[in-house]
């Protein structure tokens, strides 16, 4: 499975040039990534690395690995302190990254490493569906509504995908989702 790291100081420079390299070094690895798909990767990228610089400074770890069809970008940093969601007033701006981050990713979420803290964001490589605004359609769409507590199945590879990423499970993990 295709992963690219990189360790570097939180500069705004640092911060563009690794949010660029991710989106290059996927095509170089000849994953199916259309003009959509390589802006959400860039934004989704640029929201975890600037985060990193506003909040943190210091050294930056930014990961991105292509288990297909998912790309998992991960920073990690030297702060133990976990995100949280801001709300925005509407001229303001900053306070809305991981609003963006959950309206573009299957899942995110963050952890605690060491002396500090991993965020990390999954998007699919699943082309869209016209009209979709966005969002992979849900499997089950048009059907009725299913019960609250079965709304989440855990396939296994899906469960793969968390152990990889959370390092401790599902059940352990700070990781976030929605139904799709």
Known sequence: MPHALWTFDATPAAVRTVRGRMSEIVREWGAALDDDQCAHL???ASELLTNGLLHVGGR???EI???QPYLIVEVT???PRMPRRATAHPYAEQGRGLVLIDALCLLHG?????TGKRCYAVLSLIPQTPGAAGRNPHPEAGRAPRRHT???TLTPAAYRLLR???HAGPAESCATGRER
């Open 150 to 152: 079965d709304r989440w």
């Open 42 to 44: 860039r934004l989704v």
């Open 60 to 62: 930056l770890t930014a």
């Open 110 to 114: 963050y952890e605690p490493v060491g």
């Open 164 to 166: 990889r990423l959370s």
């Open 77 to 79: 940093d030297g702060d």
């Open 65 to 67: 690995t292509l288990d």
